[in-house]
């Protein structure tokens, strides 16, 4: 009788803990360390108490230890699920006017990412009328403008984010010196864009025939005006690929 009953509590124990260690507050209390304290903790005091305590006590101190074992043993699966799911994540971006920065950041502060401004040697006009009879001769061309740097350690990322303007209908040529810099095979590649006004266009259709074997997902597009209220945007757009 004994044994079945208390089987039965800790079964209902252990569905307790895991539904609380799958909830918000869970997050912060399901740490493996937490539980291995707490049992360290429980054997301890078993080990302070007297015979005749122990003897009073006994089915509450067990039906305890049951608790603290579970616990850690739900700590240790959640641990170790979340290192296998972590990836390490790049947002890189080309912005001329600071539209492009300011939505780069919102996506490296929603997915804690290492941030990469892609800046060309030759700097661009500063005027927008120079600057754009300067990208059309550029995109005319086919160019490769050269970079100024390097992703440092481009092999330890598994997802990386690419943000750039719409500069005539597709992506400035900047970006496809970034993307043919690097042998994306493999990895998660993202892109996010900003516009004046000319939308989408070909800019994730050309981005996709420049990516090489990487794996993409679906881009995200505002209009520049815009980027400021952008954030909950980003935010539905990242739970939707499934990387929020």
């Not at 600071?98 to 929603?110: D, I, K, M, P, S």
């Not at 490769?144 to 990386?160: E, F, G, I, N, T």
């Not at 010196?177 to 993202?190: C, M, N, Q, R």
């Not at 996010?192 to 939308?199: D, L, M, P, S």
Request: aromatic share 12%; proline share 3%.
């Amino acid at each position: 009788m004994i044994n079945v009953g208390f089987i039965g509590a800790g079964n209902m124990g252990y569905a307790i803990m895991k539904g609380i260690a799958g909830s918000k507050m869970g997050k912060d209390i399901r740490n493996p360390y937490i539980g291995a304290l707490g049992i360290m903790f429980y054997f301890c005091r078993c080990k302070e108490m007297n015979r005749r305590t122990k003897k009073v006590l006994g089915m509450k101190t067990k039906f305890l230890g049951v608790f603290l074992m579970m616990w850690a043993m739900i700590g240790l699966e959640a641990g170790a699920q979340h290192t296998a799911n972590a990836k390490k994540v790049l947002v890189a971006y080309f912005s001329w006017s600071g539209n492009t920065r300011n939505l780069a950041h919102q996506v490296q502060e929603l997915t804690g990412g290492d941030l990469f401004e892609i800046e060309t040697v030759k700097a661009y006009p500063e005027k927008y009328r120079s600057c754009t009879e300067y990208a059309k001769k550029e995109k005319e061309a086919d160019a490769r403008p050269a970079l100024k740097s390097k992703v440092k350690d481009m092999d330890a990322y598994d997802v990386v984010y690419v943000g750039f303007p719409n500069w005539w209908g597709t992506a400035p040529m900047a970006i496809w010196s970034f993307l043919e810099g690097y042998d994306l095979t493999g990895k998660t590649v993202i892109p996010f864009c900003t516009h004046g006004g000319g939308g989408e266009q070909k800019c994730f259709s050309d981005f996709a025939r420049h990516a090489g074997k990487a794996d993409l997902k679906k881009g995200f597009i505002c209009h520049g005006g815009t980027v400021g209220d952008a954030r909950p945007k980003v935010e539905r757009w990242l739970e939707e690929i499934g990387m929020k």
